[in-house]
C-alpha cells in the first residue's frame, strides 16, 4: 500500500487488491454488469435463426433489467511506474495517448504503429534490436477504448541500455515523422487488411467481429466499409500522426526489473521537446 497525499488516502497495491478481492465483490460486479441491457448475443455459422432466438428467450428471458452504471470518461495523465527487481531482463513500455475506437484516426494509428514497430520489417526492430542489439524484442501497437485510446511501446533489454534504448526509441518515432515512406504505409496497410480477413476465416472469429461492431457502432459494417478506410490512411496522415506521438502526445511509462538507473520520463520527454 502507498499513501495518496492528494486524495488523503491509502491506495491498495495490485497484489493487495488481488488478495483482498471476495465472493461478494464478484458477486456485486456481476449484478452490476452482467444484465440484459450490457448483453449482445452473436452467432456466426450454421445456424438456425429462429431456434437461436427461442433459445435466448428461454434462457435470458427472466433476467432483470437495471440500470447501466454510469461512466466516468478516461482521463488520460500519464506519468510513469517503475518497479525494481533483481531480474536478467528489463521491461519498458512507454505509451502515448492515441484516437478512440469511434475516431476514423484508429485506422492511422494502427497502420503507423504497425510500420514503427509491427514486425521484424519495422524500423523499431530494425534499428534497435538488428542494427544496434540493444534489445531482445521491440514492438509497437495501437490500441483503442470509447474515450481514449494508446499507442504502446514495448522493449525488454538489459538494465544498462534502457536510457539508450529510450533515447533512440523517440529519435526514429521524430524520423518517421519525417521521412515515413510510401512503401512502409502500403506494406503496414497491406498487413492490417489481410490480418482482418484472415480473421475472419473461422464462425467463432466472426460471431465475435459482430459483437464488437454492435457493440461499437450498433450495426455490423460491411467488410467493403472498412477496407475503404484502411485505404483511405496516406503516407502524409501518418506522417502527421507520427509528428503528434513524437513531440506532443501525452506520455506514460512503465518499467520492471534491473531499472534503477533509467532516466526519469521527464528527462526523456525534455529531449524529446528539444
Not at 488516502?9 to 464478484?26: Q, V, Y
Not at 478516461?74 to 518497479?83: D, H, K, N, P, Q
Not at 531482463?89 to 484516426?105: I, K, N
Not at 506522417?239 to 502526445?249: K, P, V
Request: glycine share 10%; charged share 25%; proline share 4%.
Amino acid at each position: 500500500a502507498y499513501p495518496d497525499q492528494a486524495l488523503g488516502r491509502t491506495i491498495l497495491g495490485p497484489s493487495e487488491r488481488i488478495k483482498a478481492f471476495s465472493r461478494d465483490n464478484l458477486k456485486d460486479f456481476v449484478g452490476q454488469y452482467y444484465g440484459p441491457e450490457n448483453m449482445i448475443l452473436s452467432a456466426a455459422g450454421g445456424i438456425d435463426h429462429d431456434a437461436l432466438v427461442k433459445q435466448a428467450e428461454a434462457l435470458f428471458s427472466a433476467m432483470p433489467r437495471g440500470n447501466a452504471p454510469k461512466e466516468t470518461p478516461a482521463l488520460f495523465a500519464g506519468g510513469e511506474r517503475r518497479v525494481v527487481k533483481d531480474l536478467e531482463q528489463a521491461h519498458v513500455a512507454l505509451g502515448f495517448e492515441g484516437p478512440t475506437y469511434r475516431d476514423d484516426a484508429i485506422f492511422t494509428a494502427q497502420i503507423y504503429a504497425s510500420a514503427l514497430g509491427g514486425g521484424m520489417s519495422s524500423r523499431l526492430f530494425q534499428e534497435i534490436r538488428e542494427k544496434r542489439g540493444l534489445c531482445y524484442t521491440i514492438f509497437a501497437s495501437a490500441g483503442a477504448h470509447a474515450d481514449t485510446g494508446m499507442m504502446t511501446i514495448y522493449a525488454g533489454t538489459s538494465g544498462e541500455q534502457v536510457g539508450e534504448l529510450a533515447e533512440i526509441t523517440l529519435a526514429e518515432m521524430a524520423r518517421a515523422a519525417d521521412d515515413m515512406s510510401d512503401a512502409e504505409v502500403d506494406r503496414a496497410r497491406a498487413q492490417m487488411k489481410a490480418g482482418m480477413l484472415m480473421g475472419l476465416e473461422s464462425p467463432s472469429n466472426r460471431a465475435e467481429r459482430l459483437a464488437r461492431m454492435t457493440q461499437i457502432w450498433g450495426r455490423v459494417p460491411d467488410l467493403d466499409e472498412v477496407v475503404k478506410k484502411i485505404d483511405a490512411v496516406t503516407r502524409q496522415s501518418v506522417r502527421d500522426f507520427g509528428a503528434e506521438m513524437a513531440t506532443s502526445a501525452k506520455t506514460a511509462a512503465a518499467l520492471y526489473g534491473p531499472v534503477d538507473g533509467a532516466p526519469e520520463l521527464g528527462a526523456l520527454l525534455q529531449k524529446r521537446a528539444a
